[in-house]
């Protein structure tokens, strides 16, 4: 069964970081391409960034020097570090595989929510 598990959010100050886990399971990250992507209430979902299968990293422009995506394949595990955060940038976080940026769709995990207050 293919499953992916975000975990790491939580309530963090403007200008804080934190760092989001998306552990995969019945399938191997090695030379996949996966993504992230998020959810602010009431808004639709938005592409964050991505990783191809080769490593190479894409990143949306509001978020363009501030996120980093990383992989551990011993662990079958992707992040997502996040610093600078802006209020902005609060949203539910999902990993997702498979997914299509024409119709915003793919397997995604449960998410993790990510809210940025003072």
């Known amino acids: 069964e293919i499953k992916l598990v975000e975990s790491g959010g939580g309530l963090v100050q403007p200008g804080g970081s934190l760092t989001l886990s998306c552990a995969a399971s019945g399938f191997s990250l090695s030379n996949r391409a996966m993504n992230w992507v998020r959810q602010a209430p009431g808004k639709g979902l938005e592409w964050v960034g991505g990783?191809?299968?080769?490593?190479?990293?894409y990143y949306t422009e509001a978020v363009q020097g501030r996120f980093i995506i990383s992989r551990d394949y011993a662990k079958n595990t992707m992040y997502l570090q996040m610093t600078g955060l802006k209020t902005e940038d609060s949203a539910m976080y999902y990993c997702?595989?498979?997914?299509?940026?024409?119709?915003?769709?793919?397997?995604r995990g449960q998410g993790t929510q990510v809210t940025v207050s003072s």
């Open positions: 997702a595989k498979d997914f299509d940026m024409r119709t915003m769709t793919g397997t």
């Open positions: 990783i191809n299968g080769a490593g190479a990293k």
